[in-house]
Nanobody, 120 residues
Framework: QVQLVESGGGLVQPGGSLRLSCAAS????????MGWYRQAPGKQRELVAT???????NVADSVKGRFTISRDNVKNTVYLQMNSLKPEDTSVYYC??????????????WGQGTQVTVSS
């Protein structure tokens, strides 16, 4: 059973930084694209950043220049470095990965979500 486990959320003041991590656990799987999404109360889930298995990245305009996505294929982990945080970045952040487990078709997996709150 493949699972995505997130960590690194919390409360930070405006202008501060946080680093989110998301590790895939299990056995006999291949990870393709990975990414981060966020959902604020009363709003739809939105894409924050994605990274392919060959390290090509895509970052939402709202966070471009402040957030950086990266991955470690040895650790099966994707990261989101968030700098210059603003109150409007407050959301639950979800990790996503396209994974093919042994004997299964490739499908999307989601983490449990981690709360990021930007407030003074």
């Amino acid at each position: 059973q493949v699972q995505l486990v997130e960590s690194g959320g919390g409360l930070v003041q405006p202008g501060g930084s946080l680093r989110l991590s998301c590790a895939a656990s299990g056995s006999d799987f291949i990870i393709y694209d990975m990414g981060w999404y966020r959902q604020a109360p009363g709003k739809q889930r939105e894409l924050v950043a994605t990274i392919t298995d060959y390290y090509s990245t895509n970052v939402a305009d709202s966070v471009k220049g402040r957030f950086t996505i990266s991955r470690d294929n040895v650790k099966n982990t994707v990261y989101l470095q968030m700098n210059s945080l603003k109150p409007e970045d407050t959301s639950v952040y979800y990790c996503n990965a396209r994974i093919k487990a042994l004997g299964q078709p490739a499908s999307d997996y989601w983490g449990q979500g981690t709360q990021v709150t930007v407030s003074s």
